[in-house]
């Protein structure tokens, strides 16, 4: 069988440790597989740095290096991303060209100043901040990547968390999937964001 590269991608505070916790529960993620989190690693092993710019720094630097270890190794992992940055979609090209299946989970809402209040939460139970004006300038940017990336999976589950905390609604919400090139919606009324990220049709062939 083929080596599976996980990668939970949505913004802040969207819900992806969250996301990860119910995937691990229901069996949808391998509790067996490595977890590559810069931010777990970080609470968990770099606290003694004091600079926090350096001690991120650091981080990502580890992150990066075991992620290129697993696909060195033929290893299934998991990873996480908030994907506002193009070298997430280097990474799922990397992993297909070293043989590795792709499943990509994205978590989101559709109103990213709901992410401030989330995060401003996890702030007050210990957990890492993100500035409000870097969360809400790396919103679109994920939207815009995630749009690239989803032919590069050959499984693609999306959840939708607008909703979380209200209406009895507890945890991440499927709202679409994407399965070797066909999108399938899971709800009738999908969240923009949704949208937003289902790829491009191909034009269709003119005839001469």
Known sequence: MKPVF?????????????LY????ASGLLPSDAEFV????????ALQHITDPELRSAQARAWADARRSSCLAQGQSFVSETVFSHPSKLALMRDARAAGFA???LVVCVNDPRQLLGRVAQRVAEGGHDVPSERILARYPRTLQYLQQAMPLADLALLYDTSGVGRHGISGPKLVARWRQGVWHWQVP???????KIQP???PTPSVA
């Open 200 to 202: 491009a049709k191909p």
């Open 102 to 104: 792709v499943v990509l």
């Open 21 to 24: 916790r119910s995937a691990i």
């Open 37 to 44: 989190n810069a931010d777990l690693h970080e609470a968990h």
């Open 6 to 18: 996980y990668l939970l991608a949505g913004p802040n505070g969207a819900g992806k440790s969250t």
């Open 189 to 195: 009324r999908p969240p923009t964001w949704a949208k």
